[in-house]
C-alpha cells in the first residue's frame, strides 16, 4: 500500500520520533510511506479552543494537502493521534461548510473517509495485530479520550501489544479517565487539569509499570510531564515507538527517542 | 467548613432563614441570579480542589452513581435502541413544539386543569404568588424541581411572606442550610453525613436533641419534621418531568414519598414546567420511564412515580394549575447547533461521570445546572458571555451516557466559537492574548513551509532544559510548568528529519 | 396572560424559523414486549427478585391462601381499605379495625395518618423493573390511602404480571386519564452520601401478596 502520513503538528514539532517509527514499522510491514511536506496541522487547537474563523485555513491546507488520497493516489492516511484523526473526521467538514466552502467540505469528508489513526491502520486496514516486534518491558496503556469515545477503537491498541514479544502489559486503574490535558483546558483551567494529572500519574505509578503508552503524544507530554515532575521514572512512549522496536532495533525506554531507525 | 465561594452576589436577609447568621454552616448563600452567581470556573474551581473534604464527599458519590448505572444500563439489552427513540422523541417535541404546547393546554384544560404562561422568571413567579395568595395560606409543600429552582421561586415567595417548605431530603438540607444544590440529582452531595446532623441541629426547629449522623436517623427526622406540613398543607408545587400533549398527563418521578403527599395530599396543586418538558403522546412513557430511572439513580425503578390529569374528582388535588415556563428557553431553541440541550431530562448521568464535574463539584459552575449539562444549557439560557463552555476537556464521557445522546461535546465547541465572537466585541486583556496567540498560530498553520519554519521554534528552548526537562517557563508557559515538566524539543524536527532522509536518496 | 400565550408561541416559531425540521418519524427498535407471556414462571421470578432487592416483603400464595395470609400481615390494629376490595380476602381478619375509603367519602389525612395499614389490588406490575402500578379504580382506591398508612400490602394476580414497560403502558394508555401512582418497593432516599436509607414519607413497609 501508498500510505500517506499525516505526522500531526505537536509530533512534528515536538515528538518527532513518533512519525518516525511510524515510517519504519509501515515500510518493515512492507508499504510505502509518503509525507506530504505541505502539510501543518488538522485544525484542532483552534476548533477546539472556538477560534473557527482561525481554522479554516489550516482545515483547507490540510484537506488540499491530503486530498490526493480521495483521488487514489495514495490508499490511505495515517495518523498517529486519536485526536487529530478524530477532529479530521468529525470537525473539518463543519469547519468549511461554516466558512460556506461547500466544494471543499465535501473533498474534506472523502480524505477524512481514507484516514486512519494508526492502530486502525493496522488492525482494520492491514489486517495485522502481531507486526514483528519485540519490547521486554512492563507497560501500562492510557485509552486517550477521543481514540477510544470519538473513533471507538476498542481494544485494537491492547490487541497490538499484546502481540508483541516481551512486552508485559498491565492494566491501569481507572483507565478511562481523562487525564485533564484537553488542549488549551490545561492552561485556562490550569487548576483543575493539574487535579486531574494527580489521579492519572498516580494510578500510572500504581501500576509499577516503566513505560506508559498510548496513542496520542498530546496526552502522553500532559502525563509524562506529571510523571517527570513526580521523579517517577516512569518513561512516556506512543504506541508506535514500542511496536517498531525489534530485537535486531531495539528501542530503549529514555527521556527522548532521537534515532528511531 | 467555611464558604469556599469567595462572596457571591446574595439577597441580603431573604431565602428560608432569614434569622439565622448566613454562612455559618457553610451555605453560599441564595443569589440574586440562580443561572449565574459566583466566582470565574477557574477561580471557582480552584477555591474548591483546595477543599479536601468535598473531594473526597464528590468523589465517593460520583464513583457509587457511576457503577450502579452501569450495572443497571448493562442489563438492558435494547438500551441503545431506547436512547435512539428517546432522542428522535425530543427531536420531535422541539420540531412540533407550538402545537404540541397547545394540544397539551386543550388536554389539560378539558380535564378542569388551568393552563398560565410565562415569559420569564419574574412573570411565573407572579403567577404562582398569586395562585398561593388567592387560597389564604402563608405556607406552601415543594417537590423537588429544577425549574422553580431557575427561576428563584422560593426567593420570590417569601417576599410576598410565603415559605415554601422543600420537603425533598436534599433540598432540605440545602435550604436549612442557606445553600445552593450542586447537583441536579442530589442537590446536597457536598454535605457529608456529619455536616447534615449539624444543619439538622441548628435549623430544623424540631431535631431530636440527641440526633446522631447515621443516615437512618437523619432521614427519620426529616420524616417527622415534615409529617405535620404534608398533612396540613393546602398547596402543593412541583416540576414535572413530562407532560404527555395527547392526553394531558403529568408525570413526576421520585425516591421518598415527598412527591406523592405533595401531588395528592393538598386542594391545590400548582406545577411549573419549562416547555421543553413535553413529550407527543402517552406511548413516548415507555421511553423515558426506562432511561431516566437507569441513567439517573442507578435503579431499574424509582420507587414512585405519579402520573395525573387534570384533576381526578374525589382524589387528589381538585385545583391544579400548571406554568409553561419560557425564561430562555426559546433563545436555546432558536440556536440550531445548540437546541438539542432541550432534549435534557435531567438525569444528571452526565454530572457523574464527568471528570471535572467529580473534581471541582457543582457549585464551581455558579449555576442551579451544573456539570457538562449546566455548562451547554446556562450560558444559552442567559445568552451571557461565560467561562463554562470552557469547563470541559471534551473528553466525551458525558455524550456517551446521555439517555437522549446530546453531543454535549460538539455543543460546547460550538458554545466556545461563540464566546470568542462575544469576546471580539468586547474584549478584556485575556481575550486579546488569545486572540493573538491563535491568529499568528493559523498563520503559522495553514502553510506547509511556514510551519517547518515555525516548528523548528521550540528548539530554543534546549537553552533552558536540564536533564532532557524543563521545569519552570514564563507566563503563560507557567501555567502549564507549575505541576508539569516539559520534555526538551527536538534537536530536529520531523519535517527536517524527512527532507533530510529524502535528500540522502 | 394571553398576551404570554401568544408571545411565547411566537418566540417559538421564530426560533424554529425556517429551519424547522420536518415532523420525524420516530424509530422504535426497542422492545414492546419481553420474550416471555404474562404471567409465566419465567416472569414472576424476576419480578420476585427485583422487589427483594428493593426490599418489599413478597408473598406468593395460591387464592385460597390469602385471606389467612392478610390476616398473619395485619395482625391486631387498624386497616384502611378502598370501596371495591374483595371482601373475601379480609375474611379472616380479627381483631383488626377495617375502615373504608371512597371518593365519596374519603377520610382525611389526619385520619388515615392514625390507620395502621392498607390493603389495595393493582392495576399491573412490570417484572424487569419490579414495579407495581397502581390507577385509582375502585379496588385500589384514591392515591392518598396507598400514601399516608406505614405498612402497604398490594395484592397482585400474577396473571397482572408482565415482562416490560412498553406492555404495561399499552395496558393503561387505554384509560390515560386516570392517576397512576408506580410503585418500586418502598420508599427510599439516598440523599445522604449515596447511602441508602428504605422507608422516609411513603409506607415504610411494603408487601407484596402474589396470588395465582
Request: with cysteine; charged share 25%; net charge negative.
Amino acid at each position: 500500500m501508498r500510505i500517506a502520513l499525516a505526522a500531526t503538528c505537536i509530533a512534528d514539532a515536538m515528538f518527532p520520533q513518533a512519525p518516525k517509527a511510524v515510517v519504519t514499522l509501515l515500510e518493515r510491514l512492507g508499504h510505502e510511506v509518503v509525507f506530504p511536506a505541505a502539510q501543518a496541522c488538522c485544525g484542532q487547537m483552534h476548533v477546539n479552543t472556538g477560534y473557527l474563523a482561525d481554522a479554516v485555513p489550516v482545515v483547507r491546507n490540510h484537506v488540499r494537502t491530503f486530498a490526493p488520497v480521495a483521488d487514489g493516489e495514495w490508499d490511505a492516511v495515517v495518523v498517529p493521534s486519536g485526536s487529530c484523526t478524530g477532529s479530521i473526521r468529525h470537525q473539518q467538514k463543519m469547519v468549511l461548510e461554516r466558512a460556506g466552502l461547500g466544494a471543499e467540505a465535501r473533498t474534506a469528508t472523502a480524505v477524512s473517509e481514507r484516514t486512519y489513526e494508526l492502530s486502525e491502520l493496522l488492525v482494520d486496514v492491514l489486517g495485522v495485530t502481531d507486526v514483528g516486534a519485540w519490547f521486554p518491558h512492563r507497560v501500562t496503556y492510557h485509552p486517550t479520550c477521543h481514540s477510544l469515545r470519538m473513533l471507538g477503537v476498542g481494544d485494537k491498541p491492547e490487541r497490538l501489544l499484546r502481540a508483541v514479544e516481551g512486552l508485559e502489559l498491565v492494566p491501569l486503574e481507572q483507565a478511562e479517565g481523562c487525564c485533564g490535558f484537553g488542549g488549551t483546558f490545561s492552561l485556562k483551567n490550569a487548576d483543575t487539569s493539574a487535579a486531574m494529572l494527580d489521579d492519572k500519574v498516580a494510578n500510572v505509578v500504581g501500576t509499577g509499570a516503566e513505560v506508559l503508552t498510548a496513542g496520542d503524544w498530546s496526552c502522553l507530554m500532559h502525563i509524562g510531564g506529571g510523571l517527570s515532575r513526580g521523579g517517577t521514572g516512569v518513561r512516556p512512549m506512543h504506541l508506535a515507538e514500542i511496536l517498531v522496536s525489534t530485537r535486531e532495533a531495539p528501542v530503549v525506554p529514555a527521556d527522548r527517542q532521537e534515532v528511531a531507525r | 467548613m467555611s464558604t469556599f465561594l469567595g462572596m457571591p452576589a446574595t439577597r441580603t436577609g431573604r431565602g428560608p432563614s432569614p434569622d439565622a447568621a448566613p454562612g455559618t454552616l457553610g451555605g453560599v448563600g441564595r443569589p440574586e441570579d440562580p443561572l449565574h452567581w459566583g466566582a470565574s470556573f477557574p477561580d471557582a474551581a480552584k477555591a474548591a480542589l483546595e477543599n479536601d473534604q468535598l473531594r473526597r464527599n464528590l468523589g465517593n458519590a460520583t464513583a457509587t452513581i457511576r457503577s450502579k448505572r452501569a450495572r443497571v444500563v448493562g442489563e438492558v439489552p435494547d438500551w441503545e435502541a431506547l436512547r435512539d427513540a428517546g432522542s428522535a422523541i425530543k427531536g420531535d417535541v422541539l420540531a412540533r413544539l407550538p402545537e404540541l404546547l397547545e394540544e397539551l393546554e386543550r388536554n389539560v384544560t378539558a380535564r378542569g386543569g388551568v393552563v398560565h404562561w410565562a415569559r420569564d422568571a419574574a412573570e411565573a413567579n407572579r403567577i404562582v404568588a398569586d395562585l398561593v395568595r388567592a387560597k389564604e395560606t402563608d405556607e406552601v409543600v415543594k417537590v423537588k424541581s429544577m425549574a422553580t429552582q431557575e427561576i428563584g421561586l422560593n426567593e420570590a415567595l417569601a417576599e410576598e411572606g410565603i415559605a415554601a417548605v422543600e420537603t425533598d431530603l436534599a433540598e432540605l438540607i440545602v435550604q436549612l442550610a442557606d445553600d445552593m444544590p450542586s447537583h441536579i440529582l442530589v442537590p446536597a452531595i457536598h454535605r457529608n453525613r456529619t455536616e447534615i446532623r449539624d444543619i439538622f441541629l441548628e435549623r430544623m426547629g424540631d431535631a431530636p436533641p440527641d440526633l446522631t449522623d447515621v443516615p437512618r436517623e437523619l432521614a427519620m427526622a426529616a420524616r417527622a419534621h415534615l409529617r405535620r406540613k404534608f398533612l396540613s398543607a393546602k398547596v402543593a408545587i412541583s416540576g414535572a418531568n413530562f407532560a404527555v400533549a395527547d392526553t394531558g398527563t403529568l408525570a413526576v418521578v421520585e425516591s421518598e414519598g415527598n412527591g406523592r403527599m405533595c401531588l395528592t395530599l393538598p386542594e391545590t396543586l400548582i406545577t411549573v414546567m419549562g416547555i421543553e418538558k413535553l413529550v407527543p403522546t402517552y406511548r413516548d412513557l415507555e421511553v423515558f420511564l426506562q432511561l431516566l430511572p437507569r441513567s439517573s439513580t442507578g435503579e431499574r425503578m424509582n420507587p414512585y412515580t405519579s402520573m395525573w390529569t387534570g384533576v381526578t374528582p374525589g382524589d387528589g388535588p381538585q385545583e391544579f394549575h400548571l406554568v409553561l415556563l419560557d425564561n430562555g428557553r426559546t433563545k436555546v431553541l432558536a440556536d440550531e447547533a445548540g437546541r438539542s440541550a432541550l432534549h435534557c431530562i435531567r438525569c444528571s448521568a452526565c454530572l457523574n461521570v464527568c471528570p471535572v464535574y467529580e473534581r471541582v463539584g457543582g457549585h464551581a459552575y455558579g449555576s442551579v445546572y451544573p456539570g457538562p449539562i449546566g455548562a451547554i444549557l446556562t450560558p444559552q439560557l442567559t445568552g451571557e458571555k461565560s467561562d463554562l463552555p470552557y469547563a470541559s476537556t471534551l473528553c466525551g464521557a458525558c455524550y456517551e451516557v446521555c439517555p437522549v445522546k446530546i453531543d454535549i461535546p460538539s455543543i460546547l465547541v460550538e458554545l466556545r466559537a461563540r464566546e470568542v465572537e462575544l469576546g471580539g466585541a468586547s474584549p478584556d486583556a485575556a481575550d486579546r492574548v488569545w486572540k493573538a496567540a491563535m491568529k499568528a498560530a493559523s498563520f503559522a498553520m495553514a502553510d506547509g513551509a511556514r510551519f517547518r519554519r515555525a516548528a523548528r521554534v521550540p528548539r530554543a528552548l534546549r537553552a533552558i532544559s536540564r536533564h532532557g526537562v524543563i521545569k519552570r517557563l514564563p507566563f503563560p508557559g507557567s501555567l502549564w510548568t507549575r505541576s508539569r515538566d516539559l520534555p526538551e524539543p527536538p534537536k530536529q524536527t520531523f519535517h527536517d528529519w524527512w527532507a533530510e532522509r529524502e535528500d540522502e536518496r | 396572560m394571553s398576551d404570554a400565550r401568544t408571545e411565547m408561541l411566537s418566540r417559538i416559531r421564530t426560533a424554529l424559523g425556517t429551519s424547522t425540521p420536518e415532523a420525524t418519524s420516530v424509530p422504535r427498535e426497542y422492545r414492546a414486549a419481553g420474550e416471555h407471556a404474562a404471567g409465566s414462571a419465567e416472569v414472576l421470578e424476576v419480578l420476585v427478585d427485583r422487589l427483594v432487592d428493593y426490599k418489599a416483603h413478597v408473598h406468593q400464595v395460591a387464592a385460597a391462601d390469602l385471606p389467612g395470609l392478610l390476616a398473619e400481615l395485619l395482625g391486631p390494629g387498624s386497616v384502611v381499605v378502598p370501596p371495591g376490595i374483595d371482601a373475601a380476602w379480609l375474611a379472616g381478619l380479627a381483631e383488626v379495625e377495617v375502615r373504608t375509603d371512597s371518593r365519596e367519602a374519603p377520610l382525611s389525612a389526619v385520619e388515615l395518618d392514625g390507620i395502621d395499614a392498607v390493603v389495595t389490588a393493582a392495576r399491573v406490575a412490570v417484572a424487569e423493573t419490579g414495579t407495581i402500578v397502581l390507577d385509582g379504580e375502585p379496588d385500589q382506591g384514591r392515591r392518598a390511602i396507598s400514601l399516608v398508612p406505614d405498612v402497604h400490602v398490594c395484592v397482585v394476580r400474577t396473571d397482572q404480571v408482565v415482562q416490560t414497560v412498553p406492555e404495561a403502558v399499552r395496558l393503561l394508555d387505554a384509560d390515560p386519564g386516570r392517576p397512576l401512582t408506580w410503585i418500586s418497593g418502598p420508599s427510599a432516599t439516598s440523599d445522604i452520601e449515596l447511602d441508602r436509607v428504605e422507608g422516609v414519607h411513603g409506607p415504610r413497609t411494603l408487601h407484596v401478596a402474589l396470588v395465582s
